[in-house]
């Protein structure tokens, strides 16, 4: 059994908690909100079960943060994840909402670079999300100063007839309404959208 004490919490999102892993600082572990089901659980599980048997290497970079696995902990049943840290530092990887919103430190121009070649690993690898706002994406800094995105929540969707699995043609149209629905359009829509959120 894993032991998560306070000094190994990170965050919290609607949905689960999540810790860096006490004995590997490349993962963390997620403990789901007691009012978060099994069964909402077992449904995204599914979906990294069917990313698993991809051929990762013709990714540009891994754009996703990984499902490797359940454990035991004393907080419950946990899920273990890919933990995103900057190559400078070894810091944990602030989420894009932080940039956009707190620190300006990463140019825009950077930003929509990284934004458009995350869109298109998404579309060119058929992987979508249920939720791309800028809290669920986290600005990995590289050595070299470039900036790769990683969604780190939100990752699966439910289309009873998954279209987008199978065609291109499918895939671009719903990566494109994710971007469009979660006000990726530009950063100046993004921005707007996160001081208007932040007001409910």
């Not at 306070?6 to 860096?20: L, P, T």
């Not at 419950?76 to 400078?88: A, K, N, P, Y």
Request: hydrophobic share 30%.
């Amino acid at each position: 059994m894993i032991e998560l004490q306070n000094k190994y919490y990170i965050g919290e999102g609607e949905i689960r908690f999540c810790y860096e892993h006490p004995k590997n600082r490349q993962l963390c572990i997620k403990i789901p909100r007691p009012e978060t089901t099994r069964e909402y659980t077992e449904k995204e599980l599914l979906y990294f079960k069917k990313l698993s048997k991809r051929n990762k290497s013709v990714y540009r970079y891994p754009f996703y943060s990984d499902f490797n696995g359940e454990v035991e902990t004393n907080l419950g049943l946990g899920q273990i994840f890919d933990l995103v840290r900057d190559e400078t530092n070894g810091e944990i990887s602030k989420t894009l909402e932080y940039y956009l919103i707190e620190n300006n430190t990463i140019e825009d121009k950077k930003l929509e670079d990284a934004l458009g070649i995350l869109k298109q690993q998404m579309t060119k690898h058929k992987v979508f999300t249920r939720d791309l706002r800028a809290r669920n994406i986290c600005c990995k800094i590289n050595k070299d100063d470039s900036v790769e995105l990683i969604i780190i929540d939100g990752i699966g969707h439910r289309d009873f007839f998954p279209f987008a699995d199978w065609f291109h043609y499918f895939s671009k149209k719903k990566v494109d309404r994710t971007f469009t629905k979660w006000h990726f359009d530009s950063l100046d829509a993004q921005r707007k959208f996160l001081i208007k959120d932040a007001k409910k």
